[in-house]
């Protein structure tokens, strides 16, 4: 090869959910395997969307590119939902609509951090982020978290990793591998220290309506000013179960939404023109359909925790919620990633080690239970048996 590749790429691991797939491969077993690598949902969208989506491909002018920012009635719709959900009021110039929130947080990223910078980032966190930090050679501070705190992060100990450094702190609730649902006084920490600092406080909300309260998940956009520390993530692709169709947004201070213009521009000039008319007929009309899909995401949590007091099983889960359960394995001579190749290629069971997630988790497995009706987790249990 003539070229060279810069070093930033080729030293990220392959794309977790790929290689995760490929040990299923390698297995014998006639019987089908269960997937609870991906974090998809395991049913299709609603009737009506699938039916809007059909009659938008039809149309005369899906084909084309939308405004680089967004659909307007979307970035307007979305907007007044924050407005409700967060007992807020939320302007509409104040979202830009991205392809998932994948994309969202790689725009942000590279609005506030460059290469030499660092983000602080809670550890077990989302292999993505992390991919992306490295590719960008910005670095990324580990702030640990544990089962006897909940797997919650500590603000004071994220203050002692701050230096003149840091751009950003990320959080993701719920939490994806974890779980974990953070409580609104400890956003509120971290927002504080965020704006004491004077860096951003990014936070994604992929999995925010899959809580079970339905009060906000904070009030940071109560705050006076909250523009000029908070950066705000979120995704359709879940909600509405439509992640190939690749919709998202970003929330934040106009100033920064202009700037997110040009990057966007560059990457993807807009987010699919289908897909944000079908994010925005599910705000309009599927509100009631997202809650019945969160109360069924309920169930299968609390299926799996059932299934899992079996007497015999020697998995534990430390935490879980939204579409995540972040189990202990027993096996102290082996590797998380050890275990998960051998629950896929000897018991069918497809999940993801810890070590994908970050250091230290060796000893962890993350199950995604959205993919399994809450009547398959027995199955899922028995087949942890069979591993023991």
Same mark, same amino acid.
């Given at each position: 090869?003539?070229?060279?590749?810069?070093?930033? &790429?080729?030293?990220?691991?392959?794309?977790?959910? $790929?290689?995760?797939f490929?040990?299923?491969?390698?297995?014998?077993?006639?019987?089908?395997?269960?997937?609870?690598?991906?974090?998809?949902?395991?049913?299709?969208?609603?009737?009506?969307?699938?039916?809007?989506?059909?009659?938008? *491909?039809?149309?005369?002018?899906?084909?084309?590119?939308?405004?680089?920012?967004?659909?307007?009635?979307?970035?307007?719709?979305?907007?007044?939902? @924050?407005?409700?959900?967060?007992?807020?009021?939320?302007?509409?110039?104040?979202?830009?609509?991205?392809?998932?929130?994948?994309?969202?947080?790689?725009?942000?990223?590279?609005?506030?951090a460059?290469?030499g910078?660092?983000?602080?980032?809670?550890?077990?966190?989302?292999?993505?982020?992390?991919?992306?930090?490295?590719?960008?050679?910005?670095?990324?501070?580990i702030?640990?978290?544990?089962? $006897?705190?909940?797997?919650?992060?500590?603000?004071?100990?994220?203050?002692?990793?701050?230096?003149?450094?840091?751009?950003?702190?990320?959080?993701?609730?719920p939490?994806?591998?974890?779980?974990?649902?953070?409580?609104?006084?400890?956003?509120?920490?971290? @927002?504080?220290?965020?704006?004491?600092?004077?860096?951003?406080?990014?936070?994604?909300?992929?999995?925010?309506?899959?809580?079970? $309260?339905?009060?906000?998940?904070?009030?940071l956009?109560?705050?006076?000013?909250?523009?000029?520390?908070?950066?705000?993530?979120?995704?359709? $692709?879940?909600?509405?179960?439509?992640?190939?169709?690749?919709?998202?947004?970003?929330?934040?201070?106009?100033?920064?939404?202009?700037?997110i213009?040009?990057?966007?521009?560059?990457?993807? &000039?807009?987010?699919?023109?289908?897909?944000?008319?079908?994010?925005?007929?599910?705000?309009?009309?599927?509100?009631?359909?997202?809650?019945?899909?969160?109360?069924?995401?309920?169930?299968r949590?609390?299926?799996?925790?059932?299934? @899992?007091?079996?007497?015999?099983?020697?998995?534990?889960?430390?935490?879980?919620?939204?579409?995540?359960?972040?189990?202990?394995?027993?096996?102290a001579?082996?590797?998380?990633?050890?275990?998960?190749?051998?629950?896929?290629?000897?018991?069918d069971?497809?999940?993801?080690?810890?070590?994908?997630?970050?250091?230290?988790?060796?000893?962890?497995?993350?199950? *995604?239970f959205?993919?399994?009706?809450?009547?398959?987790?027995?199955?899922?249990?028995?087949?942890?048996?069979?591993?023991?």
């Open positions: 090869m003539g070229y060279r590749v810069r070093p930033e &790429i080729t030293g990220v691991d392959v794309p977790p959910i $790929s290689e995760s490929s040990w299923l491969a390698e297995g014998k077993s006639e019987r089908t395997a269960i997937l609870l690598s991906q974090a998809v949902p395991s049913y299709s969208p609603a009737p009506d969307l699938q039916t809007e989506i059909a009659r938008l *491909a039809q149309g005369g002018d899906t084909n084309l590119y939308t405004e680089i920012l967004g659909l307007p009635e979307l970035r307007a719709e979305l907007a007044s939902h @924050f407005s409700v959900d967060y007992h807020a009021r939320i302007p509409a110039d104040h979202v830009a609509i991205t392809a998932g929130s994948n994309q969202a947080f790689c725009l942000a990223v590279a609005s506030v460059g290469p910078s660092n983000i602080i980032v809670p550890s077990p966190y989302f292999f993505n982020h992390q991919m992306w930090l490295q590719m960008q050679n910005i670095g990324l501070k702030l640990p978290t544990d089962a $006897s705190n909940a797997m919650l992060p500590d603000p004071e100990v994220a203050r002692t990793l701050i230096d003149a450094k840091t751009a950003a702190i990320v959080l993701v609730t939490n994806n591998p974890t779980g974990a649902i953070y409580p609104p006084d400890l956003i509120h920490q971290f @927002f504080q220290l965020a704006r004491t600092h004077g860096i951003a406080l990014i936070i994604d909300e992929t999995y925010k309506d899959f809580r079970a $309260s339905e009060q906000p998940a904070h009030a956009f109560c705050e006076p000013n909250w523009q000029d520390t908070f950066i705000h993530l979120y995704s359709f $692709s879940k909600t509405f179960a439509m992640t190939g169709y690749r919709v998202g947004s970003l929330t934040a201070a106009p100033m920064l939404v202009a700037e213009e040009k990057l966007m521009d560059c990457v993807a &000039i807009c987010a699919p023109h289908i897909g944000q008319g079908a994010a925005l007929y599910g705000l309009r009309n599927l509100q009631n359909w997202a809650r019945q899909k969160a109360v069924v995401m309920a169930e949590e609390q299926a799996l925790r059932e299934a @899992f007091r079996h007497p015999a099983l020697k998995y534990r889960i430390v935490s879980s919620g939204a579409f995540f359960a972040y189990v202990e394995h027993p096996f001579d082996e590797t998380g990633k050890d275990v998960a190749k051998r629950l896929a290629r000897e018991h069971l497809l999940t993801l080690p810890g070590s994908m997630f970050g250091p230290n988790q060796e000893c962890f497995l993350r199950i *995604a959205a993919n399994a009706e809450a009547d398959t987790m027995p199955e899922v249990v028995a087949r942890l048996l069979e591993s023991q």
